[in-house]
């Protein structure tokens, strides 16, 4: 059985704002990530008693369903894909055809999506991925340490970090001298995804942009998040 997707046409969430956002079951979510059952943010409150619905199968649909509800999204949608969950894969491996079919139906009708992922960079991955960035999908590799976030943008990948709970700095470099801005809607509960960034949009769906975002650990789980940046600092 393939992964289970939920579409929300207008989302509550006060970070990402009234826009449509996509849940896909945790079968969906690699072994590479360290958060995996250790400080997920999807792991607690409400989204995780809608994650644990869509991972049972009790919401959500099968993939082809899916793209149909995609394509009805009105002109233009900005659209967070995977608010909890990854992109079609297994074993650390994106599927490739899922992936682009996916990526055809978020970027129709000038949509503008954007995601996160934590799968492998490897030279099968990166293909897959890069077609999808070349289509329009802002996929944005998830890191967990200011040195990872310099090898994933140094491949030309719309790049984010991880950042301690304490982390006091808006801006910071990375050890090769690449900006680190923080979420805006983190630092302001005047700002969303839905207005982030003005006229260039998001921060997050730009794909060719010169400098990183970075993200504040968050939530219930985040003591389990901030050992498991401090365990990939030592490795």
Known sequence: MGHVYSLTSVSKNKKTGPIPVTTTSADSCPDNCPLKGAGCYGNYGPLYLHWKKVTEGVRGVALDAFIQALKRLPFGSLIRHNQVGDLPGK????????CLTLTKALTSHRK?????????RTKENLSVWKRMLSMGFAVNASNETLDEADESFSQGLPTTVILPSDFAAKKTMTP?????YACPAQLSDRLQCAN????QGPLCTRINRDF??????HGTQKKAANAAIKAKEVS
């Open 176 to 180: 090769k001298g690449v900006p680190v």
């Open 212 to 217: 990183i975002v970075g993200f504040y650990v």
């Open 196 to 199: 982030c960034g003005g006229s």
């Open 112 to 120: 503008i999506p954007f995601t996160y992922t934590h799968y492998p």
């Open 91 to 98: 074993d650390d491996i994106l599927n490739e055809d899922e």
